[in-house]
């Protein structure tokens, strides 16, 4: 019986949705009409003055006209700017508060849903607001509480766009032998995508499994979080690392770099075979961004993944590092050639680009996170190479993608084991946190590791590329079977991948 109700209520709210959809369409087609209506009017009746004009001027006879921002009074000029300027704003219609609510409903943010419609004056009179209010109650009543600690973190890298470039002459090319072993194909990583979502995967940002708090002195202290969803749904964390673009990826099958579409909406260019240039869904943050627009109820409170950057080849395919426009003698060959190959380089220029793209993607629920500087190996680093590593990444990527308290190791290092984590006087952890790094994050083949601390918050991630997805598929590993079966996900024109070593 109760799972008839829920399903009374589910069918009631995408009732309210369809019949909204369905008046949005309708008065969107009528104004449409109604606005070509008086523009081919608007036309026609200045082509016919512009003809009148013609014709007298050719009679020799000059009509005038009076223009009224001519003969105006200083008076009469301000009033119609007056009066648009005291025009008040036209109110939401109750139809499109409710879809809105709607929508934050189905992202199990019952809360915000309910502010949206109390937000409507007169709400109270309006039987499908006061209903739908007491349908997200209800839905918010029935959800339980995640188990923080068993959140599992996955992480990709570049996807690929075209397998037989990426990986061709695997016995051959140390790039094409990375490029199996580290990264995922396209298809493959919407075939997990949509496998977690068929088994009730939801999406959380990474800060949702713990709660800050602001003591009186200002310091931030950490605690378990509180993240509610509804009984078989369970909560994963998702980050992106090295969204650069390296110049080692050219001519292998990725895109080249993210990019706004005419919407303002990120999305990636993709440079082809004859050298022209295609935008499209090319990388995971577009088609994530997509998925989660087809299926709300994969994020929570509208949740979309963490980026990890490096910034020596730049942020985001743009050239945004100091060493591009100082040219030092040690500069890289791959950092030389881009250079000849584009002598209209402007460090400015590029720099402002990859901020605007920076700044749609985080307005569309992206976050950002330090991968150093470098790609350092954080364990086996010096403290003066940290210092100086971090002083690069804050001078070279923050101004760019704006400050962050988030640290995603590279090379899956870290600055203590499991369970221990950071104790006092560990002096690479202290100095990191005294630039303001609270979250950190490393690569782990277990299922999951939680580490909420006082003064830090830790996790640990799994990597879904080629070297997991094969020796899975094949037997050898067990690593992901909590997740998807490896079998059904793996790229059939991926090759077999080499051991690490």
Sequence with gaps: MEKQREEMRRRASRERQKRYFRKRLITT?????????????????????????QKDSKDGVVETVADPAVNETPQQKEQPEQKEENKEPEAASWEAVLAEADLLAA???????MEKIKSFAGYESVGELTGAISDYEARKAECVPVDISTIPHVFYHSLVVDPDKAFANQDTNPQAVGNNQW????DEFNKITQTLYDQGYVLVDLKDIAQETVDDSGVTHYAEGTILLPPGKK???MSLDDLSYYHSYDGYGFASKMVLDENGKPKCEYIQDDGTTVVGDYDAVPLLDKFIEEHPDASYHGAKGTIALTGYNGVLGYRTDISYQTVPEDINADKKKWLEEHPDFDLETERAKAKEVADAMKADGWKFASHTWGH???????????????????EN??????????????????LAGWPEGYAAGNEKFEYLKSNGFNYYCNVDSAAYNVQIRDNYVRMSRRNLDGYRLYYNSIGEEDTLSDLFNASDIIDPKRPPVPKLH
């Design 235 to 237: 909560a994963y964390v």
């Design 376 to 394: 350092m190996k954080v364990g086996e680093a010096s403290m003066e190479r940290i210092q100086a590593d971090t002083t690069k990444w804050k």
């Design 29 to 53: 087609l009528g104004l449409l009409l109604v606005i070509t209506g008086v523009g081919v009017t608007a036309a026609a009746v200045a082509a016919n003055k512009k003809k009148e004009k």
């Design 107 to 113: 992202m199990y943010d019952y809360d915000g849903a």
């Design 397 to 414: 990527v923050e101004p760019i993608v704006g400050e962050t308290d988030v640290i995603i190791f590279a090379h899956g290092q870290d």
């Design 183 to 186: 990264m995922t194909t396209i």
